[in-house]
């Protein structure tokens, strides 16, 4: 049976990709959140991950590489009412929108992150991305990687994001539940989801995720700061799942002092204001 947010778009995923576990997990997701379609907008940068969106029958808006989380802010910022979910990979996300992640969880922007975590550049054939494991020799680098994996988790815990999460491709139910959680959370939230890319690398397989892999355990105490840095630092014998980091403070909607109250397409803007401020811009230098 199929999911109401299916769409008729040929898919272009190679068959077996964690990919399509993720993208049942948002359909199921989407079901359980109870908005209309007109509701929700899904945005995504450039790579293999960044093609979900295309698969999900919601407003959709496709950025440049590494501009997703720029774009879903100023969404969110012109209509708060809009649930605003970016989901993209690990590459368009740490590597090229770097900068955009770091300064999103600062502003503490209302949009949920999922970010498509397979270590590799899948769409342009297996370059090593910012999460690759240091030695990792993939089909563009068979010397191996040099470089340290930035640790997104990590980084986001000591930004000051207040839902931090990980889930698994495998796993649908699993990171279904925590993709919910993160679109209810009222701030900046962030799922980064392990996701094996059969073609391109050959480490970071089911059956290494298998071993590696466990949950966090209920009596976790989320709001603890440094037991999550504890947990966001776990990396190849043991690798946590679940709910690390929970904190609440006000968001960037709430902050600022244009946001509140209508939605911009629901304002109304007197000719003579819009006239005024075209004159004031003619008569201005430069």
């Given at each position: 049976?199929?999911?109401?947010?299916?769409?008729?778009?040929?898919?272009?995923?190679?068959?077996?990709c964690?990919?399509?576990?993720?993208?049942?997990?948002?359909?199921?997701?989407m079901?359980?959140?109870?908005r209309?379609?007109?509701?929700?907008?899904l945005?995504?940068?450039i790579?293999q991950?960044?093609?979900?969106?295309?698969?999900?029958?919601?407003?959709?808006f496709?950025?440049?590489?590494?501009?997703?989380?720029?774009?879903?802010?100023?969404?969110?910022?012109?209509?708060?009412?809009?649930?605003?979910?970016?989901?993209?990979?690990?590459?368009?996300?740490?590597?090229?929108?770097?900068n955009?992640?770091?300064?999103?969880?600062?502003?503490?922007?209302?949009?949920?992150?999922?970010?498509?975590?397979?270590?590799?550049?899948?769409?342009?054939?297996?370059?090593?991305?910012?999460?690759s494991?240091?030695?990792?020799?993939?089909?563009?680098?068979?010397?191996?990687?040099?470089?340290?994996?930035?640790?997104?988790?990590?980084?986001?815990?000591?930004?000051?994001?207040?839902?931090?999460?990980?889930?698994?491709?495998?796993d649908?139910?699993?990171?279904?539940?925590?993709?919910?959680?993160?679109?209810?959370?009222k701030?900046f939230?962030?799922?980064?989801?392990?996701?094996?890319?059969?073609?391109?690398?050959?480490?970071?397989?089911?059956?290494?995720?298998?071993?590696m892999?466990?949950?966090?355990?209920?009596?976790?105490?989320a709001?603890?700061?440094?037991?999550?840095?504890?947990?966001?630092?776990?990396?190849?014998?043991?690798?946590?799942?679940?709910?690390?980091?929970?904190?609440?403070?006000?968001?960037?909607?709430?902050?600022?002092?244009?946001?509140?109250?209508?939605?911009?397409?629901?304002?109304?803007t007197?000719?003579?204001?819009?006239?005024?401020?075209?004159r004031?811009?003619?008569?201005?230098?430069?």
């Amino acid at each position: 049976m199929g999911s109401p947010f299916d769409t008729d778009v040929e898919n272009a995923w190679c068959q077996g990709c964690g990919n399509f576990g993720i993208l049942n997990a948002v359909k199921k997701a989407m079901e359980k959140l109870g908005r209309e379609k007109h509701e929700i907008v899904l945005v995504s940068g450039i790579g293999q991950a960044a093609k979900l969106p295309h698969y999900v029958d919601v407003n959709v808006f496709d950025g440049l590489h590494g501009r997703a989380l720029p774009a879903a802010a100023a969404i969110k910022m012109s209509n708060p009412a809009m649930t605003v979910v970016v989901t993209s990979g690990d590459g368009d996300i740490y590597g090229e929108g770097g900068n955009h992640f770091l300064h999103n969880i600062r502003r503490n922007v209302d949009i949920a992150l999922f970010v498509h975590d397979n270590q590799v550049y899948g769409l342009t054939k297996g370059q090593p991305s910012p999460t690759s494991d240091a030695g990792w020799a993939g089909s563009l680098n068979r010397t191996g990687v040099i470089s340290g994996p930035f640790p997104p988790l990590a980084v986001a815990i000591a930004l000051g994001c207040g839902f931090v999460a990980r889930g698994y491709a495998a796993d649908v139910e699993f990171t279904a539940d925590l993709m919910l959680q993160a679109i209810r959370f009222k701030g900046f939230a962030l799922v980064d989801i392990l996701q094996p890319c059969i073609t391109y690398n050959k480490k970071n397989t089911y059956q290494w995720y298998g071993r590696m892999a466990y949950k966090i355990l209920p009596e976790h105490d989320a709001t603890d700061r440094m037991k999550a840095f504890a947990l966001a630092l776990e990396w190849e014998e043991r690798i946590p799942l679940g709910v690390l980091y929970r904190s609440v403070r006000s968001t960037f909607e709430e902050m600022h002092p244009a946001i509140p109250g209508p939605p911009l397409h629901a304002r109304e803007t007197l000719p003579a204001t819009v006239q005024e401020m075209l004159r004031k811009r003619t008569l201005t230098p430069g």
